[in-house]
């Protein structure tokens, strides 16, 4: 049951994450230069499209918070509604 919720969760915030506004498309143009988070902090928009995985998320209260990781870099967001997040670096 806990593995059919958390799939919902990935599925909704990977699905919101791609809702959001891009004027670029589907991430940066070949040979663009990459955007990088301000002091550690992004979306999980951002995130995502920079090869980021979700590993895990839990409830806490009326919201979720999502662990994503890259290589040996991982971010802690708070999901404040389905399109809008707050991240932070764990490292």
């Given amino acids: 049951m806990k593995l059919i919720v958390l799939s919902a969760v990935a599925l909704l915030v990977a699905s919101s994450a791609f809702a959001q506004d891009n004027t670029q498309g589907f991430g940066p143009k070949l040979g663009a230069e990459e955007i990088t988070p301000p002091s550690g902090q992004a979306t999980i928009g951002e995130l995502v499209s920079k090869g980021y995985q979700i590993k895990a998320a839990v409830p806490n209260g ?20 389905l399109t809008a997040s707050r991240c932070g670096t764990l490292n």
């Fill in 62 to 81: 009326k919201k979720f918070v999502v662990f994503l990781q890259k290589d040996q870099s991982a971010y802690a967001c708070e999901m404040q509604s």
